[in-house]
């Protein structure tokens, strides 16, 4: 059974499966404070919940975008499970060529995505990250990686309004019925919300504009349901998409004799 970690800066999404399919999947808040050991030991409760035991776990695989933490990951791998695990980084088999000025300066998540929405759907794509930060990521048809954008995240925009401005409250991100509101929350609400779609929606008309083609988008990320919904320009959101890029990534760069 192979486990995946995503490693963001809000999140810690992991997943187990076996061959191609997903088992299962979950989501804690990412903790730059927490040591392996505690990592250790909240991964075994919940495996545990699951009926998983880390003896089951023959392979592990790494994304991470805060690498303050991937030592006491690493740590944790080799000695709650005896296994030293794939790190998505320098040196890893892709299968995609990276078209970028420095490839090392592309962050682990976006590769990660752009393997898996390739093998998933196809080229050419835009991938929207709808995380702390907006990421867009553009695959051509062969699989390349062109570059892309990247924008303030809706989460730690709304959370600097709030910080910054005296007058202002801490709002939930809940989508308003009307974009005319008559309170402050719900005209924050519709300020962050529509204002977000209205960033995705422009950037994916230029990046076609500047493509002179068609191009599908896929959304992942833990408020990409949300935005879609408000979005004329997202075709697919895919939740599982970064760990389906892990997957692949791991079979790509396992020895023949472990296949």
């Keep these: 059974m192979l486990l995946v ?10 997943g187990t499966y076996e061959g191609k399919k997903l088992l299962r999947h979950w989501r804690i808040s990412t903790d730059r404070q927490k040591t392996g050991d505690e990592y250790g030991m909240l991964i075994n409760d919940l495996f545990r919940f699951q009926g998983i035991r880390m003896a089951d776990i023959d392979a592990i695989i790494i994304s991470s975008v805060v690498p303050p933490l991937v030592v006491p990951l690493v740590k944790m791998c080799e000695r709650y499970f005896r296994l030293h695990p794939l790190i998505v980084g320098p040196g890893i088999k892709t299968g995609i060529r990276l078209k970028y000025e420095n490839p090392r300066e592309i962050g682990a998540d976006r590769i990660v ?8 759907y196809g080229g050419p794509l835009i991938v929207v990250d709808i995380g702390t930060a907006t990421t867009f990521d553009i695959v051509d048809t062969n699989g ?14 709304s959370e600097a309004l709030f910080q910054r401005t005296a007058q202002l409250p801490r709002v939930g991100l809940v989508t308003p019925r009307t974009v005319i509101c008559r309170n402050t929350v719900t005209g924050m609400q519709a300020g962050i919300i529509f204002g977000f779609v209205g960033q995705i929606d422009e950037i994916v008309h230029r990046i076609k504009a500047e493509m002179k083609q068609e191009m599908r988008v896929i959304a992942t990320g833990g408020l990409a349901h949300m935005i879609s ?18 997957r692949v990534l791991y079979e790509r760069n396992i020895p023949v ?3």
């Design 5 to 14: 970690f995503d490693i963001g800066n809000s999140n810690i999404v992991l």
């Design 257 to 259: 004799s472990k296949e």
């Design 229 to 246: 919904r408000e979005s004329k320009t997202i075709d697919k959101v895919d939740n599982f998409l970064t760990l389906t890029g892990l």
């Design 113 to 120: 995505n752009s393997v898996g929405a390739f093998e998933q």
């Design 144 to 157: 390349d990686y062109l570059g892309g954008v990247i924008a303030p995240g809706i989460g730690s925009s």
